[in-house]
């Protein structure tokens, strides 16, 4: 086991985002929903690995990412089409598009594969860039845990408003992924992103709540609940997005 | 963005959204604060996290620590890495922007720049 701890430091980290970093951090070995412990973690490295990898690099800086040609830098342990999305992800997010996700859909990607496999990808990214931030070496990834994926897809789970299935809040409510919503009929079209794989959901939106702040605390502008201002965290919010050209 | 900007007509503050936008042209240059207290240092952090020059990095550390606090810096960070994440999120799934969001923020998308990037077109932003 990973343990997450900023103790040595001389900036103190809440408890509360300590918890959930490691609660995401010890879940990236653990057998998934879709994906094996064995597939998490080489998901984990690969995401890791991406960041050095040239075709990446070449296609960032052209003008369409498909203009350059090529294979990916790549640790070995996983399918081509696993390495495109992994690496595509998380060196040129900005211009993901539908035409690409149909790409990988049609050459076999299974959708509940894709998105666990984002939301592993998404727990590397925001815990190395946390320890980034810091000054700090990345935490070593978590050992394997043996078990099979649970393969359980929630019922209600259908094509609606994203490229990936998901679940609308007001169809979960009484079921046993209604947590996910907070019990709530709607739900920003963030928070049902992951919906279909709803333990990558309530894993992800753990960080999310402690490490941004509570969906109804976000306009409750009258307390201030972090060392900086409403206002100062949005000006960093906007500019991590601006900087990923993210439109969401 | 909306809640940065009503964040600041809360306090009854102009702010300048467009140097979330700005372009990154130079170490320490983050265009500003915009209007918001320590902002040009927050904007220098975020760039400096997701850039990649350690020196930058380590010296926009210590400017956030040293005028707003060791807490401070811990959550900055948090918010830094949290949203260097979830823009993946909402990236990789093509969740679209929703309607009345999209609305309420046609003005200033159009004037700072968020309608040129490369998903605004199928993510419902431009």
């Known amino acids: 086991m990973t343990k997450i701890m900023y103790e040595d430091l001389a900036w103190p980290v809440r408890d509360e985002v300590i918890a959930a970093q490691q609660y995401a951090w010890d879940r990236l070995g653990r057998p998934g929903t879709w994906l094996s412990g064995v597939e998490r973690i080489a998901v984990a490295a690969e995401a890791r690995n991406a960041a050095g990898c040239q075709l990446c690099r070449d296609s960032k800086e052209a003008l369409s990412p498909y203009a350059v040609e090529g294979s990916h830098d790549h640790l070995g342990a996983l399918a081509e089409l696993e390495v495109e999305q992994i690496h595509r992800i998380v060196n040129d997010p900005g211009r993901l598009s539908r035409a690409w996700y149909k790409g990988l859909g049609d050459a076999g990607m299974v959708e509940e594969r894709y998105v666990e496999s984002v939301g592993v990808i998404v727990t590397v990214v925001a815990l190395d860039t946390f320890t980034r931030g810091l000054g700090m070496a990345p935490w070593p990834l978590p050992q394997v845990e043996a078990g099979a994926p649970s393969e359980l897809r929630p019922a209600a789970a259908r094509r609606q408003m994203a490229w990936v299935s998901t679940l609308s809040p007001g169809e979960v409510l009484g079921t046993a992924e209604s947590d996910i919503y907070d019990g709530a009929a709607t739900a920003a079209h963030i928070k049902q992103a992951l919906s279909l794989v709803p333990e990558e959901q309530r894993s992800f939106f753990g960080l999310v709540d402690h490490q941004y702040m509570l969906g109804v605390q976000m306009f409750d502008f009258e307390k201030e609940i972090r060392a900086i201002t409403h206002a100062q965290i949005e000006l960093v919010a906007g500019r991590v997005s601006a900087l990923n050209q993210c439109v969401y | ?126």
């Open chain 2, 1 to 126: 963005m909306l809640a940065l900007r009503a964040s600041a007509q809360y306090d009854g503050r102009e702010i300048d959204l467009s140097v979330v936008t700005a372009a990154d042209d130079g170490i320490g240059d983050g265009g500003g604060g915009g209007g918001i207290a320590n902002g040009e240092e927050l904007i220098r952090f975020a760039n400096a996290v997701l850039g990649h020059d350690e020196a930058e990095l380590a010296a926009a550390r210590t400017a956030i620590a040293g005028t707003l606090g060791g807490a401070a810096l811990a959550d900055t960070v948090g918010v830094v890495s949290l949203f260097n994440a979830i823009v993946r999120v909402a990236d990789s799934t093509g969740i679209p922007v929703e309607e009345q969001r999209a609305a309420d923020s046609a003005d200033f998308r159009a004037a700072i720049g968020v309608d040129d990037f490369a998903a605004a077109g199928e993510k419902g932003s431009g």
